[in-house]
Structures are given as C-alpha cells and as structure tokens.
C-alpha cells in the first residue's frame, strides 16, 4: 500500500512539473520567440540554397524558375533563372553584395523576352534570405505589390494569437479586431515558420512549409506552396499558386570573389545611387557621341 501510494504520488507530482513547465512554455511573448530566431540565426554563418519553382496562373503553369543563393557573413550572390510559357525560354537575373555594394545584371538567352542590361547600386544591401519572408498582395487600386519582412520583425510587433502544442500563432488584427496576419512558428523546430497567412480586402495569401534539420536546431523549408487568392467574390479560388523544392547547405566556407560581379567591357551600366548610366570601358567623348553621356564631367572609377 505504502508503494503504491509513493508510486502515485511520484506520477502526480511528474504531472504537475510537466503541466507547469507547459504553462510556462504557452506563455513566452513574441518579443522573446524573435530573439529565439534571432539567436538561432546567428548560429548561421553561410548557406548554399537552390529553390525549384513551378508558377500556375488559373491552374495552368506559367513559369519556372530555378533561385540559387549564397549567403556568408552579410555578403550575398542570387543567381534567378526563369522561364515564362509556353517555351519556358530561361534568362538570367544576377544580384550580388560584396559587403560595400550590390551590383546586379539581367541576361536573357536567345529569344527571352528580356533586355539585356547592367547596374551598380552603390548602396549596402544586407539582409539574410533564411529569416526573411516575401509575399504579394494588391492594393485597393488592384496594382499588385510585393512585401519583404524579416520573420523576427514580424514576430515582433505581433500579438500571441494562440498555442497548440509545439505550435503558436501570433498575428496583427485590423482596426476592427479582424484578422490580417497570421504566422504559426513550431518551438520544437527553433521557432521556424511553417506557416503564413495575408489577408487584405482585395487578397489573400497563404504559405505552408515543411521542414528539414540542416544542422542541430536549425530547421529550414525543404518544400512548399504558396498560394494567392485575388477574387474577393470567391475565396477559395486560387489565382496564383507557387510550388517549390528547395535544397540547401550552411556553414560552409566561401571565398570572397564569389559574391562579386565584374563588368565586361562594352555594357552599358546604369549606376543606381547616381543615376549615372556609362558605357564600360568608353571615354567620355565616346558617351557624348552616341547620346549616351553620363549627367556628370567625370565617369566612376572601380567599375
């Protein structure tokens, strides 16, 4: 009797250490789930990741895009290859960031409807594609807009909505208490998205990630959908759907050349920050000749 007693109060008191812990584990604030992730991602010195993506407008796919990004330290390298129906034809999209400045250019293969062209911003550019998360909505004047946030920023200035087991929710309400954004983050996977909702009176937006354990704790999408929803009259009619595969490697050394773009001879650049456009290579005279004169007396240097 003595042994069953201590045998039942042992479970009790196990039960009571575990519903406590669970009370105290639902009540952590968003404030403290963004400087989890942002903890976690400092454990993140560089990732290597490749994004298969198919586009389908209606139902019909209508693009495919292939996204491979380098990440190290602040400097970044995307390389974006896209095609478009009904022959997929694939250009380039180019954009890198040595940790002074970010220099993109476009080139299109043969028949891509695509201007080829080359531009140097001169304006630092860092941001960590693994915390940020980008979506599309519509304005009340129906012109589409995209959004980019870094997840703990979003986290932050969110409210707790909800927790269901490993999995909170918090969001922002509208003025009039209705729902407008919704993140659900798993804690059993380093707070890490795996799902988003956008709900705006023109549109919709949904995410859903599941995820793979690239490293101890550090969990990061292996595939998804993403879908957008832009007839008010008919919420559940999906207007443009993103289904996407996504390999991916970190904490891997990579050398510094590799997020810098060098210039051929003969293009035209456009310097962003100064609205200067010069032909790599040319004199000034050159310029003046075709039309193509820089707004200043003096070309960049370095380019």
């Known amino acids: 009797m003595k042994q069953m ?11 009571l250490i575990l519903l406590s812990a669970t009370a105290a584990f639902s009540e952590i604030s968003p404030e403290q789930i963004a ?3 942002q903890e976690r991602n400092a454990k993140i010195t560089s990732y290597h990741s490749i994004v298969r993506e198919e586009v389908l407008l209606d139902g019909q796919l209508d693009e495919k895009v292939i996204t491979e990004a380098v990440w190290q330290n602040g400097m970044k390298l995307i390389v974006q290859e896209s095609g478009k129906a009904p022959d ?10 040595d940790g002074q400045e970010t220099r993109e250019c476009t080139n299109p293969d043969a028949g891509a409807q695509t201007t080829p062209g080359f531009q140097t911003t001169l304006v630092a550019q860092d941001f960590n594609i693994f915390e940020t998360i980008s979506f599309f909505y519509t304005r009340e004047d129906g012109s589409p807009q995209w959004k980019s946030v870094r997840l703990e920023n979003l986290v932050r200035r969110c409210e707790l909505i909800s927790v269901n087991g490993n999995l909170y929710t918090v969001g922002l309400n509208t003025p009039d208490g209705s729902p407008r954004q919704r993140a659900v983050l798993d804690a059993s996977k380093g707070f890490q998205l795996v799902e988003f909702r956008d709900i705006r009176p023109h ?3 949904e995410m859903k990630f599941e995820l793979q354990e690239l490293a101890e704790g550090i969990w990061f999408p292996k ?16 207007s443009r759907l993103h289904k996407f595969q996504v390999e991916c490697e970190m904490n891997v050394d990579y050398p510094p050349d590799l997020f810098q773009l060098v210039f051929p001879d003969g293009e035209y650049i456009w310097d962003h920050e100064s609205d200067i456009t010069f032909l790599k290579g040319a004199t000034l005279l050159d310029l003046e000749s075709i039309g193509k004169a820089p707004r200043t007396d003096s070309l960049p240097e370095g380019n």
């Not at 201590?6 to 196990?14: C, D, E, K």
């Not at 595939?223 to 999906?238: D, K, M, Q, Y």
């Open 88 to 97: 997929f034809v694939a250009s380039k999209h180019y954009i890198a960031f």
């Open 203 to 205: 549109s919709r937006a």
């Open 223 to 238: 595939e998804g959908t993403w879908a957008i929803h832009l007839n008010p009259e008919n919420w559940e009619e999906v």
């Open 5 to 15: 007693f201590s045998n039942r109060n042992v479970v009790l008191a196990s039960f």
């Open 35 to 37: 400087d989890s992730i």
